[in-house]
């Protein structure tokens, strides 16, 4: 048991010190949901489950009315934690979720007091930096749209930890943006491709800056978000130098190395499962951060 | 509800489709409670090949109205990695194990099999046969000439049962029975049907294999046609799946005449599914043999 | 978005699939609106038998997860009775008629092809071939033998068009290929997959035909890859079916290489699917010319 | 045009003077769903459609959260209209259903605002009793459980058309009743199986008495309810040579003849399609009222 010190303590944990999932489904009820710009901030309850470790997923369905879209969704669907806050015996598991299809759709519409089927928390979550790199001591999160999710919860993580924490977001416009009050007391770069918020353009552009300068010096980048976004993040990091671990997306299935559908390609050549060898990767193991089916 | 499949002694009679669990990762996610409360009477291993295969290049899954369909192009160690590696774990799996092989001739699958057979954590065998004969080019599983001479090659090597898992995509009763004559001890099926989807942004084909193979609640109803008259057509046991997600459809196919079921897709959704199948089976027989 | 099937001018690229629509019983539940805003750019009838047959007895349907299981069993008043009493009625319709018709063995199907093709009501056959052939006992479209020989007797009888529909239960390419050898001008997929259900009750199969066909959503991914391996395949038009329910999945099957898209069983659900699907069809395509 | 003058005067009609459904379905708003015994009323207001005869039905599907149990209900399902009332150009329809499956489930879960896919009025209707048997001038309407709810409206047209007309009705027991609220103002006797209410035993027992009394000479029964009931219904009306109209169900895909599931064995051999030819058929056109998959 390699835990985490400050991050991932509790719960029983295996090889890289993820915390494990209860074995099997369990229903969760739903205590409130709320908008956030775009998005929605749906809270559950989770009665069995360990407190997760950021950059861990789980897999969601609305315990009703799911399949109610021509039969779809049928599978569960993939969604970051963005907060959690054990509560006794329970976890408040925090999601924050764009609405882009039947899932997404029927999850932002769940009302106070239904009930959601989830399996984990899953996968790899975030290391530390002096994990990442022997050394270093800063982290820089880099945000993009709804792939902000998991970043909320691990610069809360960083910041009871005590290690120094950027953040820079990006959205593409106000109906693209949310999340933001679970980034309270952050010090916080907001970028947005229409202007409405913060610097006009990429938040890739404030990572170019502050990459530039020395003040990046044993920092590690953390970025979750589009396709795109997250391989020009993984460039300019391997231009720099500098380590960087991206929380991936693939199309999931079921979240727990079953099916092996959420192939990502490394570097090495080949396939990781993004499911039990992700959702968050390094940088320097992949072949690209453009994978096909893989975000919107 | 203890089953007997070829000789082998299970707990119930709910079994894994190959290539739908991996113990080996969910014991990553879930731990040991994944051992102590197992879901499958007995568990079916991945696909191997001889050789190692990557699979197929992403998007590998395609979500259709209650159904999946994939093309994850059987990614595996290949036998020699297996052997070593993934075998020894399995192994200590609290069920009897049962190894899918499949290869493109009959040097391939006697290697897959007198390798696979010659070990000791192995119970049976399972002959995945929708592939190409790459000799002939004709689907294995798609022709009973097929498929009896792939038997004729490969029943000489072990004692061991071997299952032969059809493909639904050609009529399976002929298939079934040229098996059954080349000596196998039990058909499972039903395996994927052959599917496509389109990419919504007009990108052709969306599945980096071009197609794939369509499981879940969709197939059922074809699953549950096929079962029922192969059962019918042979007397060595069969293996029915297809779409199975609670103990109603297991005993669907029971009553068709499966002497197990296998729980696939179903799974994905929740990873205890093969256990909660098996309890609301014996329920129902509980129920229906007190009322 | 005109459309050309086998030289008959089509208004839109949208039909009905064989046995999902009946003409003169919707007009007498919607009357004339029926014919102001018919649904199909043209009409293809319920497949006819040579003599009258009452169909199987009930249950006829089940419903599965996105899907539909019939067990229909070809209800029709026979060649004679179809001939006399439906022909005038369906040849007042605004579109092209097509006539479905089937039979058992070669000499059946010159029968129906002769006394259907010298009526000038229609415009073109289409042969379901989803039918035993009585003497060899081979189900005619799961043979490309079979098929091919069905077309040189039929074929010389007329030269209207005659569009060959596949049964998708087994692999449909070679017997495309077959039908387009023989004279075939189109050939149409998927007709439904063989399933069945049980009774809840425990009573054995559900249906009165023992088993049926499955339709709908459930299929859609099986139908767009037969239809695109089939249209790859031949140079002739396909008429591509299975599950379509929106202006989107028809989309899919033209993208797959079909030159008219046919709605069957979300008519059930929309009487007036087929004007829907058509016009979200032309949507999509005027959206995407100007875009 | 065949008008049945005070019965169902408006809107085209074809041949046996149905009203016509307008062709191809429509969203209809749920303004209400209330309780009533076990079963639910709920009424949708219909933008287009006529004034529904007795004895017809509606096709209908949930606009949302249709298909959400494993994929089903996938079809549309049928159902009686038990009120209808004009409102300016839009008809009010009422419709009492028992909740036996994922159709009938998410129906009674309608919440005023909702909309319903509907198309119809569809099939058959009842006939008065002169068109039945000439010089008949009485009505005995005979309902058991749900099979209630097209009697209702065709107690109310008899009543406008001053038909004289007695109500028979039984329920299995409390939790399979309701509708009675359909019923206001009826000369009525109710029976019920476990005693809750009225005679205990069945409501063919009060039929029987009543045909077998002077009174029912000239009247014509009609009836409505489970295949079992509906077969005694019809010997016994056989026997006693009374006319007899049965409501009756059948598994139906499409409600207007396109999928030819819905067979119903006649009397003379083959089948009718019960969506088109019926659903309210002759007692004597029948070779029985107990169609598999008919009813449960
Ligand atoms: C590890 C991980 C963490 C995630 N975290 C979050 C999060 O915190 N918040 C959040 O909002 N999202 C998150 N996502 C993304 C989320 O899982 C997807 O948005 C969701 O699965 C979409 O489901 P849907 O049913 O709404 O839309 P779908 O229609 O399933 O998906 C939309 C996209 O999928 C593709 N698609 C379209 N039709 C189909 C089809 N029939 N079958 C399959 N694919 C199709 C298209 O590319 C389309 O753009 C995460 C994903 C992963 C893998
Ligand atoms: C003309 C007509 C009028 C009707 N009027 C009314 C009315 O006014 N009020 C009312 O409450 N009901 C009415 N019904 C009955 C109503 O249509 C059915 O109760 C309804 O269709 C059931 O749908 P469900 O999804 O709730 O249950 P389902 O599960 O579809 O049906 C329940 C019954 O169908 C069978 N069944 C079970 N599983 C399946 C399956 N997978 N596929 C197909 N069948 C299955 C079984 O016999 C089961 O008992 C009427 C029916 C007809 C034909
Ligand atoms: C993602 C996935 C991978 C599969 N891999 C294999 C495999 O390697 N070998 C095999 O014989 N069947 C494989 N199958 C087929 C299943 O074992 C099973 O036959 C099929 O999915 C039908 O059952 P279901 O509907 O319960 O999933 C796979 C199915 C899925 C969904
Ligand atoms: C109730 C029903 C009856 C059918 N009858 C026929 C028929 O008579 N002849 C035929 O060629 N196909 C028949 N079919 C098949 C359809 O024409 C179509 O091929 C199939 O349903 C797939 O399309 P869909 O998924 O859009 O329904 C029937 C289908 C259904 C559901
Ligand atoms: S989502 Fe199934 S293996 Fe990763
Ligand atoms: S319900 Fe379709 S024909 Fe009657």
Request: hydrophobic share 40%; aromatic share 6%.
């Amino acid at each position: 048991m390699s835990g985490k010190p400050g991050i991932a303590e509790q719960g029983p944990t295996l090889d890289d010190g993820r915390p494990l999932a209860p074995f099997g489904r369990r229903a969760c009820r739903v205590t409130r949901n709320i908008a956030s710009g775009g998005y929605r901030i749906f809270s559950a309850v989770d009665p069995e489950g360990p407190d997760p470790a950021a950059g861990q997923f789980y897999m969601l369905a609305a315990e009703s009315g799911w399949a109610a879209e021509d039969g779809r969704p049928y599978l569960a669907r993939a969604f970051s934690v963005a907060d959690s806050d054990p509560e006794g015996d329970r976890v408040r598991l925090d999601f924050l979720v764009q609405g882009v299809g039947p899932g997404t759709g029927r999850l932002c519409s769940l009302q106070e007091g239904e009930r959601l089927w989830v399996h984990g928390p899953l996968g790899r979550p975030f290391g530390v930096p002096r994990e990442a790199v022997p050394g270093a001591h800063g982290a820089i999160l880099v945000g993009g749209g709804i792939g902000i999710a998991p970043l909320a919860l691990w610069r809360r993580r960083l910041a009871a930890a005590g290690v120094p924490t950027r953040v820079l977001l990006g959205f593409r416009d106000r109906e693209r943006s949310g999340g933001l009050d679970l980034f309270r007391c952050s010090e916080l770069k907001v970028a947005s491709e229409d202007g409405h918020q913060g610097h006009r353009g990429y938040v890739t552009e404030l990572l170019e800056v502050m990459l530039r300068g020395d003040d990046a010096d044993g920092a590690v980048v953390y970025a979750c978000g589009p396709p795109a976004m997250l391989e020009a993040v993984r460039l300019l990091c391997a231009e720099r130098g500098v380590a960087c671990e991206l929380a991936m997306e693939a199309p999931m299935a079921c979240g727990f190395g079953a099916c092996f559908g959420c192939a990502v390609p490394l570097a090495e050549g080949g396939y990781m499962r993004l499911c039990v060898d992700g959702p968050v990767v390094r940088g320097a193991d992949l072949a690209t951060a453009l994978v096909p089916g893989g975000g919107h | 509800m203890a089953t007997d499949l070829c000789g082998i002694e299970l707990a119930h009679p709910v079994v894994n489709g190959s290539g739908t669990f991996d113990a080996i990762a969910a014991q990553r996610a879930f731990g040991d409670a994944l051992l102590e409360r197992f879901p499958f009477s007995a568990f079916v291993s991945k696909t191997i090949t001889p050789e190692p295969r990557s699979g197929n290049p992403p998007p590998r899954l395609w979500e259709t109205p209650s159904g999946l369909i994939n093309s994850i192009g059987l990614p595996n160690k290949g036998l020699d990695g297996f052997l070593a590696e993934d075998l020894p774990r399995l192994g200590e799996l609290p069920v009897p194990l049962v190894v899918s092989v499949m290869g493109t001739s009959h040097d391939q699958f006697r290697r897959l099999v007198s390798g696979v057979a010659e070990r000791e954590e192995v119970a049976a065998l399972e002959l995945n046969v929708s592939c190409p004969n790459v000799e002939s080019g004709t689907i294995v599983g798609e022709s009973p000439d097929e498929t009896r001479s792939l038997l004729d090659a490969v029943r000489p090597l072990t004692d061991k049962p071997l299952i032969v898992k059809l493909t639904p995509n050609a009529p399976p009763v002929p298939v079934a029975i040229a098996a059954e004559s080349g000596g196998a001890d039990a058909i499972s099926l039903i395996n994927t049907l052959r599917a496509t989807a389109m990419d919504p942004g007009g990108a052709g084909p969306w599945l980096g294999g071009g197609s794939g193979g369509l499981s879940g609640p969709a197939v059922r109803a074809i699953a549950l046609l096929q079962v029922s008259e192969v059962a019918a057509a042979v007397s060595i046991a069969v293996v029915g799946m297809g779409g199975v997600a609670s103990g109603g459809d297991a005993a669907d196919l029971l009553e068709a005449g499966a002497a197990v079921v296998a729980v696939g897709t179903e799974s994905f959704r929740d990873p205890a599914a093969g256990r909660r199948i098996a309890s609301e089976l014996s329920a129902r027989f509980g129920l229906s043999s007190s009322g």
